[in-house]
């Protein structure tokens, strides 16, 4: 599998000038329609038209012409300036990965930075990322427990398959992240004497509720600045009063812990 770049960047011309711009150019030249081309590039005829004329203002030359009418009939072709704007626009495309391989290469070298920066580019639905050190792994007949060292003193506890652990080649010291949806996180502002069965259990304060039409984002903040996000239906924000500033404990069982590694 191609491992993600972590470094990306946008090019443009006359800071105007886009992909999606040179995307028509290129469907133009292709199609020789120019209402073919703009439903290639996602523009209406009109604005495929605006567009062209935009840019013709910025070029000071004009980018099509009609082209003469044979057994297909007429069409769009590109101008001799259109075709070196495209032209050049491949080879700025081709030099600008380039560049941004060689960044990337140099990033990657950078102490400590190579990790962080793979963190920042892996892209999940699992709200809560909580990246750490492996402090100890327990196999067990069914499964092994992983707990993860996250910093301000707290672990986080992940019960997974022997056969995951044995994939993913888990190590004691090994830099890995912990995620955990946020529909997985159960709020509690009185234990009322009862204890959990629960292994992660965080302490905190209520740092933000975000309100949406059927349930609530809820921000516990942790001791040392960690925040765990809880996923919360309205009816149980109000009926906890649930507030910025109160004092809560996030909640959530060992299996709901997915664990990610570098590889």
Do not use: C
Request: net charge positive; charged share 15%.
């Amino acid at each position: 599998m191609a491992e993600r770049s972590v470094l990306h960047g946008e090019l443009l011309l006359a800071g105007r000038l886009d992909p999606r711009f040179f995307a028509l150019l290129q469907a133009l030249e292709a199609t020789g329609s120019l209402h073919k081309a703009a439903r290639a590039a996602g523009y209406s005829y009109k604005g495929a038209w605006l567009l062209l004329d935009s840019a013709a203002n910025l070029t000071h030359a004009p980018l099509v012409h009609a082209a003469s009418g044979g057994r297909g009939g007429g069409g769009t072709a590109l101008t001799e300036a259109a075709r070196g704007l495209l032209a050049a626009w491949r080879q700025l495309q081709q030099r600008h990965a380039g560049f941004l391989r060689e960044q990337e290469s140099w990033l990657l070298e950078q102490p400590g930075l190579a990790a962080l920066l793979r963190r920042m580019s892996m892209k999940t639905t699992a709200r809560n990322q909580f990246a750490g050190t492996i402090a100890a792994l327990d196999a067990g007949p069914q499964g092994t427990l992983v707990r993860l060292a996250i910093g301000g003193g707290h672990v986080v506890s992940a019960s997974i398959t022997a056969a995951a652990a044995a994939e993913l080649k888990l190590k004691k010291g090994e830099e890995a992240i912990a995620l955990v949806k946020a529909s997985e996180v159960v709020l509690v502002t009185d234990f009322a004497g009862y204890r959990l069965s629960a292994r992660n259990q965080f302490a905190g304060t209520i740092a933000r509720v975000q309100r949406g039409a059927v349930s609530s984002l809820v921000g516990l903040t942790l001791p040392g600045g960690s925040t765990i996000t809880a996923s919360v239906t309205n009816d149980a924000v109000e009926a906890l009063d649930l507030a910025v500033g109160q004092p809560a404990t996030a909640t959530f069982k060992a299996q709901a812990v997915m664990v990610a590694v570098a590889r």
